[in-house]
Each structure stands twice: as structure tokens, then as C-alpha cells.
């Protein structure tokens, strides 16, 4: 007679959850947003957004968090910001670069960054300007997805230190931030099969893949992997220079401590069996993560056959 007062109290209450999801899926939220703000799990959040948005739910840097939308400076709403742009584009007698600082962005000054050690400098100067920290391998990361692009690599920092209270700002933290790239999952990926956790790697490939992510870009993510460890190789050889194999001497240096174990034989067959899954991912009537599954395998067994 006693369980059924709290059984029935567990299903008004998750009726009460999953009715507030729903609602905030249809004001827009993403999945940072509904994890925080509700109790339902993971997979049910997925099949309930799936339900009601009849898609996938999207990914990206914002809005990552509830403070997102109460927040004026730094992070202003994107339809309230462009309301105030075109206010002031069609009544004002400002340049464009005036027209957004006065509707609320910030301008800040971004160095044409070259070597490798002149990105991570920076990186951890923002972090510094915040008055936070950050682990050298978060630094690393954020280099190596966005190095190229200083200016997003500043405001991904400021976003970084907006969202989380971390310090320093730890690479989960980073990863769990550029989920909706596909160089990053694709690298965690090939981490978690390097270190010889298949299924691991498996469950992770898919979960990307259900989130959107194209199998063509995880391949892509998994082969650039393998060629910066084959350059690793190369270096360690003494076959080429570092300044030869042109890649960050950190991501070498990474690349090298993942050799153990591998021989030239076994880095040429895992190489060969992303060609043929980029094939497949390419093909009508294939079956690309399929392609992706087998590749992982023999990633995880360094090339081996079975």
C-alpha cells in the first residue's frame, strides 16, 4: 500500500518534466539548456526534441546556458542585437564596425597569428585578461580547432569563461564546448580507439552520428590523426625534420607518445581502410559508419589483422 502514493508521485513528476522540456524545446532551447533545467535523461531529451522539432537538435555556442538569455554584455541575444543593428543602420549616420559596438558587440583587437607557440600564447593571455586559468592541453585543443581563426578563438575563450566557473578551464570542459565540430569528435574518437577502447570509440562515433555529424567529417577527423602520427613516426625516424612534417611540435609531440606499438605495416593498413570507408561514405547504397565501425576496429588493434 505504501510504494503507490511514491509511484504515483515519480509519474507526476516526470509528466511535469517532460512537459516543461517540451516547452522549452519550442522556445528553442539545445540540449545544454533542457540537461540543465530538467531531470530526464540524455536519450529521452534526444527522442523528445526529435518528437516535437521533427529534427535533430542543433549544436552550437549558443544559447549554451539559462544565464545566456538574461545576459546584456558579452552574450546579447542574437534577435534583440540585430533588431538594434537595423535600428541603427537605417537612423544613423555611423560605419558598420560603429553600427555593432553600438548595438552591443565588443571589439576587440586580434593579432595575425603565425607560429603554433604565438596561438597557444594568446589563448592563454585571454584566459589570463579573465583573470582564469587553463590547462595546457584545453589550451592546446582550442589552438588546434581554431587556431586559424583568431577571432573566433578569442570569443570562444570569453564564452568558455561566460558558461563555465572551471579554473583553469579543463579539456572536458573544451570538448563538451566544441561538440558540434566534427574535427573534435572525430579526434576523441580516434583517442578512444588508440588507446585500445573500441567499444568506447564505437559508442562514441555513433552518438556523434546521431547528433548530425556526417560520417565523411569523422573520417576526415580520424585520417589527419593518422597522418600526424605517421609524421610523428617520420620525425622519431629522423626520415624528416620538424620544421618538415609543418605541424604544431606539441601535436608531434602528442603524436609520438601514441607509437607505442605500431610499425609502419599496421599505420599503412588503418590508412588504406579510411580510404575505402571515405569511398563508401561517398557511394549510393553503402553503408559509411559501418565503413567507420571497421575502421576503428583496426584502428583500436594498431593495424592488426584479427
Known amino acids: 500500500m505504501t510504494a503507490t502514493p511514491t509511484v504515483a508521485k515519480s509519474v507526476l513528476n516526470e509528466s511535469k518534466q517532460i512537459e516543461r522540456a517540451a516547452m522549452l524545446i519550442q522556445m528553442g532551447a539545445r540540449m545544454q539548456v533542457l540537461e540543465s533545467e530538467t531531470t530526464l535523461s540524455y536519450e529521452r531529451l534526444i527522442r523528445l526534441y526529435k518528437e516535437i522539432a521533427g529534427k535533430s537538435p542543433s549544436k552550437g555556442q549558443l544559447p549554451f546556458s539559462t544565464d545566456w538569455f538574461l545576459t546584456w554584455q558579452e552574450n546579447i541575444h542574437s534577435s534583440l542585437f540585430l533588431n538594434i543593428y537595423e535600428y541603427l543602420a537605417k537612423g544613423a549616420s555611423l560605419d558598420s564596425v560603429e553600427q555593432l559596438t553600438k548595438a552591443g558587440a565588443y571589439k576587440d583587437a586580434v593579432a595575425d597569428l603565425k607560429k603554433p607557440e604565438a596561438k597557444l600564447n594568446f589563448v592563454m593571455q585571454c ?154 561514405s561517398k557511394t549510393n547504397g553503402s553503408d559509411p559508419v559501418y565503413a567507420l565501425e571497421r575502421s576503428i576496429e583496426l584502428i583500436s588493434r594498431k593495424g592488426h589483422a584479427a
Open 127 to 280: 584566459f589570463e585578461r579573465r583573470k582564469r586559468r587553463v590547462e595546457p592541453m584545453a589550451a592546446q585543443q582550442l589552438v588546434a580547432v581554431l587556431g586559424d581563426r583568431t577571432g573566433e578563438l578569442a570569443a570562444m575563450v570569453g564564452q568558455l569563461c561566460f558558461d563555465f566557473d572551471d579554473n583553469p578551464m579543463t579539456l572536458d570542459r573544451v570538448n563538451q564546448y566544441l561538440t558540434s565540430n566534427p574535427q573534435v569528435d572525430g579526434f576523441r574518437v580516434a583517442d578512444l580507439a588508440l588507446s585500445g577502447r573500441t567499444a568506447d570509440a564505437i559508442i562514441a562515433m555513433r552518438s556523434s552520428v546521431e547528433q548530425g555529424t556526417a560520417p565523411i567529417a569523422l573520417i576526415g577527423a580520424l585520417a589527419m590523426k593518422l597522418r600526424t602520427m605517421a609524421k610523428a613516426s617520420a620525425v622519431r625516424a629522423g626520415t624528416i625534420s620538424t620544421a618538415e612534417a609543418k605541424t604544431n611540435p606539441w601535436v608531434l609531440k602528442n603524436a609520438t607518445r601514441q607509437l607505442s606499438g605500431w610499425t609502419s605495416s599496421g599505420m599503412s593498413a588503418c590508412i588504406q581502410m579510411l580510404a575505402w570507408a571515405d569511398e563508401q
